[in-house]
């Protein structure tokens, strides 16, 4: 008797496209940064790996379909390489210096920003035809009132 593998369970990748989100992290970031550069040591690298890594990977597992090229877990990909880039500095303990702070934080906003751009893109592009068919759907008669 064979059993099918269990799916793994994604972690909820939708506070990605929290705006708010994004700022409060890039922020930490920044403020860890100019820490780090008066002496100060950081784990930053606990939080990014613990809830950005894994949303991230989680929404890469959810949408990858292979053989496709699509522009949104592409800019995914990205928004984890510097994420992960991130992580790996504070982890090393990397001996950022002062101006450090904004430009890492402003690069990571970039991968965020494109990240959430290129996520939402289609899913408000697909919207007429959503609505459409909701709309067709909600009008339908169901079961015996067909008759």
């Not at 504070?90 to 210096?97: G, K, N, S, T």
Request: glycine letters at 6%; one cysteine or more; a positive charge.
């Amino acid at each position: 008797m064979t059993t099918k593998p269990k799916k793994r369970k994604l972690a909820d990748w939708s506070e990605l496209f929290d705006t708010g989100e994004m700022d409060h992290v890039c922020d930490a970031v920044r403020v860890n940064i100019v820490n780090v550069t008066v002496g100060e040591p950081s784990d930053m690298n606990l939080p990014l790996r613990k809830w950005l890594l894994v949303r991230l990977e989680s929404y890469v597992e959810a949408h990858w379909v292979a053989g496709q090229s699509q522009v949104h877990v592409l800019a995914a990909e990205r928004f984890r390489v510097a994420v992960e880039r991130l992580a790996d500095l504070f982890e090393a303990r990397y001996p950022f210096i002062e101006p450090a702070g904004r430009i890492e934080a402003d690069a990571l906003r970039l991968a965020w920003l494109e990240f959430i751009a290129y996520g939402g893109a289609h899913w408000m592009l697909d919207r007429p035809r959503r609505v459409a068919r909701s709309t067709q759907a909600a009008g339908n008669k169901r079961g015996r009132a067909k008759k």
